[in-house]
């Protein structure tokens, strides 16, 4: 299966906040993106292809009840938290924090966790404490896995090494699918492999090579889970990464990085086009 995936962080922030949302007001800015994707997206009806869009809290119930009959379209979450409420249990006592169970309630059905954004809030915040293990974030992130799977959400788990840690990027990466995905039925997560080291303005992006070197070991270690490029989809790479076979796809967040910067829903559509060819 292929997987497009499309992580709009807080990309609903309107401009004058200092965000790059100028395509809709913020209380319509999550049904305006499905509805004006969905459409065009039934057109690859009948291929191996999945479309997820994980979506700010706030956005999720107007997208997923913009969702219309047999829309190719799948409203994520970013990330849960890492209890949730039980028959018999916690009923619900978690102030500021989202469940797998009001996700899934809402109409999610897939979460993306781990994204080197919430790994690096987590560390921050557990280096306050005086926590240095590598392996806390890792643990924590487990525990968010477990209670996705377990509500019935599938999970795109994000892993990746930062320029400090490229030269044993092996250990890392192992370290974080080992701890990360422990105890978790893997046939329910898909891997997005985000080079740190080379995301944001004047990095050099992996090459071809690099790419399916990474996806290999990713594939040997996890008994072959699905792996995507989590490094940014975009127009000028989107037919190098269709052509990497270890790849299955990949994960979208800016459409526009020049100019009117932003998420626009038309290029959304390019993006997808060209990796697909048609």
Same mark, same amino acid.
């Given at each position: 299966?292929?997987?497009?995936?499309?992580?709009?962080?807080?990309?609903?922030?309107?401009?004058?906040?200092?965000?790059?949302?100028?395509? $809709?007001?913020? !209380?319509?800015? +999550?049904? /305006?993106?499905?509805?004006? =994707?969905?459409?065009?997206? *039934?057109?690859?009806?009948?291929?191996?292809?999945?479309?997820?869009?994980?979506?700010?809290?706030?956005?999720?119930?107007?997208?997923?009840?913009?969702?219309?009959?047999?829309?190719?379209?799948?409203?994520?979450?970013?990330?849960?938290?890492?209890?949730?409420? $039980?028959?018999? !249990?916690?009923? +619900?006592? /978690?102030?500021?924090?989202? =469940?797998?169970?009001?996700? *899934?309630?809402?109409?999610?059905?897939?979460?993306?966790?781990?994204?080197?954004?919430?790994?690096?809030?987590?560390?921050?915040?557990?280096?306050?404490?005086?926590?240095?293990?590598?392996?806390?974030?890792?643990?924590?992130?487990?525990?968010?896995?477990?209670? $996705?799977?377990?509500?019935?959400?599938?999970?795109?788990?994000?892993?990746?090494?930062?320029?400090?840690?490229?030269?044993?990027?092996?250990?890392?990466?192992?370290?974080?699918?080992?701890?990360?995905?422990?105890?978790?039925?893997?046939?329910?997560?898909?891997?997005?492999?985000?080079?740190?080291?080379?995301?944001?303005?004047?990095?050099?992006?992996?090459?071809?090579?690099?790419?399916?070197?990474?996806?290999?070991?990713?594939?040997?270690?996890?008994?072959?889970?699905?792996?995507?490029?989590?490094?940014?989809?975009?127009?000028?790479?989107?037919?190098?990464?269709?052509?990497?076979?270890?790849?299955?796809?990949?994960?979208?967040?800016?459409?526009?990085?020049?100019?009117?910067?932003?998420?626009?829903?038309?290029?959304?559509?390019?993006?997808?086009?060209?990796?697909?060819?048609?």
């Amino acid at each position: 299966m292929k997987h497009i995936f499309l992580n709009l962080k807080r990309f609903d922030i309107p401009k004058e906040y200092g965000g790059v949302n100028s395509i $809709a007001p913020i !209380g319509e800015w +999550g049904s /305006f993106i499905v509805s004006n =994707t969905q459409e065009q997206l *039934k057109k690859y009806a009948g291929e191996d292809v999945e479309f997820a869009m994980y979506f700010p809290e706030a956005h999720l119930i107007p997208a997923a009840g913009a969702l219309c009959e047999d829309s190719p379209v799948k409203v994520g979450c970013q990330s849960v938290y890492r209890d949730d409420t $039980a028959v018999g !249990g916690n009923f +619900g006592a /978690f102030t500021t924090n989202r =469940t797998a169970n009001a996700a *899934k309630a809402i109409g999610c059905t897939t979460t993306i966790i781990g994204h080197c954004e919430e790994r690096k809030d987590k560390a921050g915040i557990l280096a306050e404490a005086g926590v240095t293990d590598t392996k806390a974030v890792n643990r924590l992130l487990n525990q968010e896995i477990k209670k $996705a799977v377990s509500s019935g959400l599938s999970v795109l788990y994000c892993i990746g090494e930062s320029s400090e840690e490229q030269e044993r990027w092996k250990e890392v990466l192992k370290e974080q699918i080992a701890v990360g995905l422990e105890g978790v039925d893997k046939s329910l997560v898909t891997i997005a492999y985000e080079p740190i080291w080379a995301i944001g303005p004047g990095k050099i992006p992996p090459d071809k090579d690099y790419i399916t070197m990474i996806g290999t070991y990713i594939k040997e270690i996890t008994d072959g889970c699905d792996v995507v490029y989590g490094g940014g989809l975009k127009v000028d790479n989107a037919e190098m990464l269709a052509s990497v076979p270890v790849m299955d796809g990949g994960l979208i967040a800016l459409t526009r990085f020049q100019g009117e910067i932003g998420f626009y829903p038309e290029e959304y559509l390019e993006i997808i086009k060209t990796y697909m060819g048609h």
